[in-house]
């Protein structure tokens, strides 16, 4: 039965050990492009609008859903090069997964036992998840079918309809897109707020006038009528003054 212990876990898993886990998968691209040689490398932590860069690291809203690794360029290249690369972020989640597990084993870490096993399952779900050969989303080979292919048939599939790993410029310049259109759509909707802003003073001024307007016929025609009622009275007072004695 599910209940609020296993709910915290969730939340736990979610917001906390996924993201780390990722993120460590994500750094072991970071590491062995450093040691290549990268150019222009950029971690990106989470997806939506962006909240702060610093450096190479750049940090969106939902840091939890989803996290990559982008560069332009490696100074080294060839086959070494290329399978080391995509067999880093294997090796990082497995070094942790194993030192962790090697740590729980002797009794360390009892205290946050549950955390912990938690962590050593889903490090080494991405293990599996890389390391096993497949395709996944539009095709796309994992790590495993791109080392295999190389070690096997010594080509690159890293290529498809998109790259494997985007180009860090190339991924800004479509982000500085998408803040574009969002800022053209935020300045229309400010635009159009302003205008119906703009009618709503003008019907309000034009309410008034109106009403000023009902004010100043109701006062004439009171006037009016005083008028009349004040010639009618001096009528009478002549007519009474032109009566026979």
Known sequence: MFGLADLVALIISAFIILPVVVFLRESGYLIMSLILGVKNPRMTIGSGTRIIKIGMFDIRKYYHLYSWYSYDSLKREGKFAYVSLYASPILVNLVVAVTINAMLANGMLEEYATFWDRFVFYAFYYVLFDIVPMKTANGMPNNGLIIYD????????????????????????????????????????????????????????????????????????????????????????????????
């Open 150 to 245: 190389m070690l096997r048939h010594g080509r690159r599939t890293d290529y498809n309809n998109e790259p494997f790993l985007p180009s860090t410029s190339e991924v800004e310049d479509e982000y500085q897109e998408e803040v574009e259109k969002i800022e053209e759509v935020k300045e229309h909707q400010k635009d159009q707020v302003e205008e119906e802003h703009e009618n709503s003073n003008i019907s309000k001024t034009e309410e008034q006038q109106r009403k000023e307007k009902i004010e100043e016929e109701k006062q004439h025609n009171k006037e009016s009528l005083e008028e009349i009622k004040q010639q009618r009275e001096e009528q009478l007072e002549k007519h009474e003054d032109n009566k026979p004695q």
